[in-house]
T-cell receptor, first 113, second 115 residues
Framework: AQSVSQHNHHVILSEAASLELGCNYSYGGTVNLFWYVQYPGQHLQLLLKYFSGDPLVKGIKGFEAEFIKSKFSFNLRKPSVQWSDTAEYFCAVTSAGGQNFVFGPGTRLSVLP | GAVVSQHPSRVICKSGTSVKIECRSLDFQATTMFWYRQFPKQSLMLMATSNEGSKATYEQGVEKDKFLINHASLTLSTLTVTSAHPEDSSFYIC???????????FGPGTRLTVL
């Protein structure tokens, strides 16, 4: 069965700091990988996704993620965070062609102004 | 991206009553919709997969007689929490799969509080 782990439960940064949120998955086959963001009181929004091709994926709002197959990782990065990035971030995986998302436990990011 | 709506956004009900939550794909047809449950400060847990015109597929541990799912059209799926109890209080989120883009779009969620 697939599973997703996220390294940090709560990350606190100051504005302009660099961000990296860890995500590891367990699945033996080909996967599709996603990062979603949930701002306070709002619904899940897709930040970026990886299906195939270039393992460095660029998403919205300056976020990017790198798929490292050998490490089963899909870490999310942003070079300079803003206060408005305060939110909950979820990593998710599906098997290639599959539909069922498996979500990680989430990482809460708090950016201090 | 595509839009998925949920209604109501928030509902408070008495213990023992039933509550229906609607999930609609507004600008695309979704043969498959998904229902998730999110407890406070926790991740989303898939409850069931709703297939248009057929029975839903429930995840292990989810009572199908308690959480009734109906996917009567390509744009609407409903989740009915029957005989609700306080432990059913949670945030329920649906998603709809747009097969044209091989992507799921999530609704805004429904917060259910059972008194």
């Amino acid at each position: 069965a697939q599973s997703v782990s996220q390294h940090n439960h709560h990350v606190i940064l100051s504005e302009a700091a660099s961000l990296e949120l860890g995500c590891n998955y367990s699945y033996g086959g080909t996967v599709n990988l996603f990062w979603y963001v949930q701002y306070p009181g709002q619904h899940l929004q897709l930040l970026l996704k990886y299906f195939s091709g270039d393992p460095l994926v660029k998403g919205i709002k300056g976020f990017e993620a790198e798929f490292i197959k050998s490490k089963f990782s899909f870490n999310l990065r942003k070079p300079s965070v803003q206060w408005s990035d305060t939110a909950e971030y979820f990593c998710a995986v599906t098997s290639a062609g599959g539909q069922n998302f498996v979500f990680g436990p989430g990482t809460r990011l708090s950016v201090l102004p | 991206g595509a839009v998925v709506s949920q209604h109501p956004s928030r509902v408070i009900c008495k213990s023992g009553t039933s509550v229906k939550i609607e999930c609609r794909s507004l600008d695309f047809q979704a043969t498959t919709m998904f229902w998730y449950r999110q407890f406070p400060k926790q991740s989303l847990m898939l409850m069931a997969t709703s297939n248009e015109g057929s029975k839903a597929t429930y995840e292990q541990g989810v009572e199908k007689d308690k959480f009734l799912i109906n996917h009567a059209s390509l744009t609407l799926s409903t989740l009915t929490v029957t005989s609700a109890h306080p432990e059913d209080s949670s945030f329920y989120i649906c998603s709809a799969r747009d097969s044209a883009y091989n992507e799921q779009f999530f609704g805004p969620g429904t917060r259910l509080t059972v008194l």
